[in-house]
């Protein structure tokens, strides 16, 4: 995986706080670019230091917090908290003008650079009646632009997957938190699967359709419990089905003349079963 960083920033601020603020940036560029998470008049991105771990393992918990700390401090970031729930302490963040200001720049320098090199290396490999031998040129800009989405692929991946499992999920509360740990847990092709297929079986089950989905559990610990490998209920409402099926008799009167008549069998098949059970 490729992690890249603005070596001004590097140089001033430092390796781990410039890592981290090309993370962010490249997050809240992509959600204004698909409008979302816009709050207070300016795109936000969020994560936990958990998370950031994971995406960064030569990272400690330590820099990180010290490396957000001191780019708060610096005015390079701003931080806040819309979580939907109040106990949800997950951290937003955004970058500042001051920071947009020399990131913008570098990326309109290297796109200038990159051009350059395709430019110079064109010309280098020009065979002499005019024509590009365009086998032997090697497209530096594509080849950035698809290690830069290389990089990426993973969460915006995992992304997609949550907002699949999110919507088939029936009980919306905590859908933060939910999201932290499905990033975390990060589950493969046939884990997400079985994911949904277990959520749409218990979705059908009588105790999930009771009281309004009185008892479906929040998603978060729905996830943090892996309940996706509990065993599947049986779908339907049995007990209705069963007691429905008593609901079509027909109610009856007999005269005396039947019960007559019932007794004269009976009187007559007593023999029988006195000597059949002799």
């Excluded at 995992?158 to 907002?163: A, G, H, K, Q, R």
């Excluded at 359709?209 to 309940?227: C, E, H, S, T």
């Excluded at 049986?234 to 005396?256: A, L, M, P």
Aim: glycine share 2%; charged share 30%; with cysteine.
């Amino acid at each position: 995986m490729l992690h890249c960083f603005n070596a001004e920033i590097a140089e001033k601020y430092g390796v781990t706080e410039a890592i981290l603020l090309q993370n962010i940036y490249y997050w809240v560029c992509r959600n204004k670019k698909d409008d979302r998470n816009l709050h207070d008049g300016r795109y936000w991105t969020y994560n936990s230091i958990a998370s950031y771990i994971k995406m960064f393992p030569y990272l400690t918990e330590h820099k990180i917090r010290s490396a957000f700390k001191k780019l708060k401090d610096e005015g390079m970031i701003i931080t806040a908290n819309y979580n939907t729930s109040p106990f949800n302490k997950t951290i937003w963040y955004t970058t500042t003008e001051k920071a947009e200001a020399i990131l913008n720049a570098d990326t309109e320098k290297m796109s200038n650079r990159i051009d350059n090199i395709v430019k110079s290396n064109a010309e280098k490999t020009e065979n002499g009646n005019g024509e590009f031998n365009k086998s032997s040129i090697t497209n530096i800009n594509t080849r950035y632009k698809r290690q830069i989405n290389d990089t990426h692929n993973d969460k915006e991946r995992l992304l997609s997957n949550f907002e699949k499992f999110w919507s088939a999920y029936p009980n919306k509360e905590r859908k933060a938190e939910a999201q932290e740990v499905f990033l975390k847990i990060n589950p493969d092709k046939d884990t997400f699967e079985k994911m949904i297929k277990t959520i749409n079986t218990f979705a059908s089950s009588e105790r999930w359709q009771a009281d309004n989905g009185r008892y479906i559990p929040f998603a978060v610990n729905w996830l943090k419990q892996k309940r996706w490998n509990d065993e599947l209920p049986r779908v339907g409402n049995y007990s209705k089905t069963q007691c429905s099926s008593f609901s079509n008799f027909e109610q009856r009167h007999y005269d005396d003349a039947f019960y007559a008549d019932l007794d004269d069998d009976l009187t007559l098949e007593l023999p029988k079963l006195k000597k059949l059970f002799s």
